[in-house]
């Protein structure tokens, strides 16, 4: 028994000094877990960054999209692209398949100023296999100032509110332009911005010039345009409240000339002289000297978003105005990079030119004065179905002087690559518009399927006027896959439609 006891004494003693070993072994007790807490503060997805006191949202989209007539709405577009527009069966694409997705990051902190909020947007576009990235946003928000890539505050009309086609406004909400602003809450939904944004520039034209591609179809009309020598300014006073905004705002932009073009003969040099820049034609004696004239374009507008629900609950109004002389962009953004209207049909070509402003013979530049009224209605049929209606009008108007100098230009031989016959009419004034209707299946809130179609209608510049084609080349004239005979100026239609699929990763 006592042998027993004494194995048993052993047996425990020997484990609590194994016990002990390996309790020495261990390492020190892990902290408790700190897991992800919900940030309330500024709606659904928002989540506390562990260890900080700032909320975040990672979202973005996944979206699949199929443009059949192209209308204006991609690159090289039928209505508004470069100098291939519907010229042969090569170009442009009737049918483009897109594929876009898109990532963005909000972060978010209180401090004793207020909110600072941070955002920012990447994603890629893939036409056809042609693949593009690009940063649409990046800003940063504080005390009331806006520092970064974000929408102009000249805005308040919505393309993508309405539409799946970039129509034209003066939307920069699918872009977004550089800027820094600072917004005044005065009181009752009432606030007031001032802002310096990139400038929305088209480029200044100088009929004193024979620059060899200096008008062609599709292109705008900017062959002497001035640096950037001081941003736009852009302000506006706008009102939020339960029913709506309304908003009238405004904008200054520099429209001025890089060069003053003056006659050779005035000093001295021969016919046909030049320099790195410019090589003077025989024809026309002139050569560059010394800073273009100065001009300052602007814009103003006015716009409203109202809530429709005396009508039929959901439903909603929008609209804005724009008048410009010198700041072409603030009637039509959209696109951004967009060239001007363009389209052939068999011989006949519908066609005009953006411009901020034409620097004349006389030596100022005279400013092209645009109008543009975008407006909508969106009828929501079901929680789940809703359809929009929309449409643009924009007027081009290049004035008496501005119209004489340009036509002057094209009559004056065959250098600037878009001779026209001899008695050829010559107006360059033009005007376009749009109208088109989406409807929308929200199959649940972060996924929806629509379709979208949009009619366009082009009232030509140089109605009437016959283009000589073969000068400087089989077709030059209008582009190396134009028509090989004349070409006479008349009105154009287009219709596009697309269809979308469209999923939220977060809202």
């Not at 520039?201 to 062609?216: D, E, P």
């Not at 905004?245 to 003969?265: C, K, P, R, T, W």
Request: proline residues 4%.
């Amino acid at each position: 028994m006592k042998m027993v006891k004494t194995l048993l004494l052993g047996s425990a003693a020997g484990l609590v000094a194994i016990a002990g070993a390996q309790a020495a072994d261990l390492p020190v007790k892990a902290k408790p877990v700190e897991y992800v807490k919900v940030c309330s503060l500024y709606g659904a997805g928002f989540y506390y960054i562990p260890g900080t006191d700032t909320c975040v949202k990672i979202g973005g989209y996944v979206r699949a999209q199929y443009y059949y007539g192209n209308g204006s709405q991609v690159a090289a577009g039928v209505m508004f692209g470069a100098t291939n527009g519907e010229q042969s069966r090569s170009s442009p694409a009737d049918a483009v398949l897109r594929t876009r997705a898109v990532m963005t990051m909000d972060s978010r902190t209180q401090t004793e100023w207020g909110t600072l909020r941070t955002y920012y947007l990447l994603g890629f576009t893939d036409d056809n296999g042609s693949t593009s990235l690009y940063a649409t946003r990046g800003f940063i928000q504080f005390a009331g100032f806006t520092f970064g890539k974000a929408q102009s505050f000249y805005d308040i009309f919505s393309n993508p509110a309405v539409s799946y086609f970039g129509f034209a406004s003066s939307d920069t909400g699918d872009a977004g332009t550089n800027l820094a602003a600072y917004t005044a809450q005065l009181g009752n939904g009432v606030s007031a911005t001032i802002a310096a944004e990139g400038p929305r520039t088209v480029g200044i034209f100088n009929t004193s010039t024979q620059l060899s591609n200096a008008i062609t179809l599709g292109n705008n009309l900017a062959n002497d345009s001035v640096n950037v020598r001081f941003p736009d300014v852009v302000a506006n006073i706008r009102v939020d409240q339960a029913w709506g905004s309304f908003q009238v705002m405004g904008a200054l932009h520099d429209a001025s000339a890089a060069y003053n073009f003056q006659e050779i003969g005035a000093l001295g040099l021969p016919a046909g002289a030049g320099n790195s820049y410019y090589t003077v034609p025989t024809s026309v004696p002139r050569t560059l000297q010394g800073n273009g004239d100065d001009a300052l374009g602007w814009a103003v507008g006015v716009g409203a978003r109202v809530k429709t629900d005396f009508i039929s609950r959901g439903d909603s109004f929008q609209f804005q105005v724009n008048y410009t002389e010198g700041a072409t962009r603030y009637a039509v953004t959209t696109q951004p990079s967009a060239g001007s209207p363009l389209r052939f049909s068999g011989n006949s070509i519908g066609a005009g030119w953006f411009t901020d402003g034409i620097y004349t013979d006389g030596g100022s530049v005279e400013l092209v004065k645009v109008l543009g009224i975008n407006a909508s209605y969106e009828h929501v049929w079901t929680p789940a179905l809703k359809t929009s209606v929309y449409g643009a009008y924009i007027d081009v108007d290049y004035g008496n002087a501005a119209n004489t100098a340009v036509c002057n230009y094209l009559s004056a031989g065959t250098t600037n690559n878009l001779p026209l016959a001899a008695g050829s009419p010559c107006d360059m004034d033009f005007s376009f518009w749009q109208l088109g209707s989406r409807t929308q299946w929200n199959v649940r809130p972060d996924f929806y399927m629509g379709v979208d179609v949009l009619y366009t209608r082009l009232n030509t510049a140089l109605e009437g006027a016959n283009v000589i084609a073969g000068v400087n080349g089989p077709g030059s004239a209008v582009g190396s896959q134009s028509p090989r005979t004349g070409n006479i100026f008349g009105d154009q239609d287009a219709l596009a439609v697309t269809f979308r699929v469209h999923r939220d990763i977060v809202p």
